[in-house]
């Protein structure tokens, strides 16, 4: 089984990765847990927190709760005493004198008549015909609050509490309104200890504001942007966090001092822990801490395996790659499976490092041997044609003679083949230019002299042969050389010419040209294309080894031989090396 990776692969294929993820599987229900617990802390937070706002908002404002409460119940006595009174204008100017000693806080004290004409008072008397919150008053036929940013009697900004007055048959008399000037309502400078001072104010069931500890004019400024305060009028406390319409972010608690009639709103610059209860959301913790587990295991990868693994990998890579200078990394760190495979890759890198230098070895005594053998039989074959040569000079006739030539030249072709077999081979493949152009100025060498010159031009390819197909074509090429050596001529007046190339034609085919000019048809009559004579049947026995065809063309001035081959892949030397090599081994 085998498979390729890139060069990086995936991030989801890391081990650090998976490690992280598998343990961030493992984590998530104590996580899901951890997320419920927390929002569970947060709400019970959340709720003391309110709890705590709404004690403090009710104990701020205690005080001026307290002097409205007072007022009410003046109003609610002066409503039942004063009917048997008001034909008596002195008796109730000095009932509601009375009234207005007894607490300072009060600036006007009064009875109003249904026709708005306050006749009975503890100031002077005055009209409020006009008056839209005397009519609010009358109207309404039961107890109001009211603010006003301007008393007319007073000259001040005041609360206004009203009590209504009836008489027997329930029919509405008039009014017996309490004057709670705003000085008043703050004079004691209440502070809630511990706390930064609230900003206090108190409002009606209409959602109007009654009193504010900053004042009246700026208390636009303080109130909650989007929420109303008549939305906030109802039967229980509430707190929450919201923006002023100066935009900044504070919290607010709602206090019912009387249900449906008087309530008091406080606000608070929000703190830190505010936005610790309010503004963090209940999964931030948890997810905090499962983030954190997670870079923990990342780094307990890298540091106790990734790292090891890595250097551990580029070096099997460079390995594999052929490099074969081995660095030593240091693994002391490593687990002990780590380092137990490190060890097992130093020893297969041992072992193969020594196998190849036996292996390179044994090729280089097989090539020295191979050389030698090639060498040898150049020797041998030079012997013989010097052999050859001192019994043609004992010839008597000029065929004799011309016979020997003949043998002499092909032995001489074979021992300059073999000369270029042990120069330039190695034990699975032959650079073909090299033999061929070696072989090409040997042939010619022997052919000319000084009264023959031919004119010679080669064009050799980088074409890589197997001893198999290199030693035919070898044969082949001197074959054709000393035939076209012996019928090569020219036209009057000029030199002849050989061609000789190889090249590639397409992927896995050569071609072989031999072309020489003559210098008569009758020449060119007598050459080896018809089939017969010995050059003949050798051209045509050498090209069947290397498993080629050969073509002949003539013309007037040129003869032409081709052979067409396809080269062996030099995989095939390569495997019969190796099977010699076993079979040597074995």
Known sequence: MSFRLGRHGRFADRIGFRFAFLLAVALLP???ISIVQS???????????????TGETMRAAEYEVRLIQRAQGSAAALSQV???????AEACEDVMAAVKRDSQAYSVVGYIRADGMMTCSSAEPFTFSNSDLVTTALEAMQP????SLYGPVSKASVVVVSHPVLDDLGNLLGIVVISLPHDALFASGNVISGLTPPVLMTFNQDGKV?????????????LPKDRALKALAGESDLSFTAATSAGLERVFSVV???????????????SPSDWATHGAPASLLPAMMWIACLMVAWLASERLMTRHIRSLRSAITAFSSGSRSVDKHDFGAAPLEIRQLAEAFDRMTDTILHDEAELED???????LLREVHHRVKNNLQLIASIMNMQMRQARTPEAKGLMKGLQDRVMSLATIHRGLYQTSGLTDIRTDELLSDIVRQVVNLATGPGRRIEVHTDFGDLRLTPDQAVPLSLLLTEALTNAMKYAGAAEGQMPRLDVSLRRKGDVAAVLVVTNTVGTRQQAAETIDHGTGLGAQLLSGFAQQIGGHVEVTDTDDIHSLSVTFDVRPLSDAEARNATATAEAEG
């Not at 009654?210 to 303080?222: M, N, P, Q």
């Not at 044994?362 to 020295?368: A, L, R, S, Y």
Request: proline share 5%; glycine share 6%.
């Open 39 to 53: 929002a569970a802390v947060m709400r019970e937070a959340a709720a003391r927190s309110e709890a705590a706002l």
């Open 30 to 32: 104590l996580g899901v």
């Open 210 to 222: 009654l009193t504010s500890s900053l004042g009246l004019e700026h208390v636009e400024d303080i």
């Open 362 to 368: 044994m090729v280089h005594q097989k090539e020295v």
């Open 82 to 88: 004063i009917v048997p009174l008001l034909d008596e």
């Open 256 to 270: 019912p001092i009387i249900p449906g009639t008087l309530y008091a709103l406080g606000s608070w610059d929000k």
């Open 144 to 147: 109001t609050l009211q603010m």
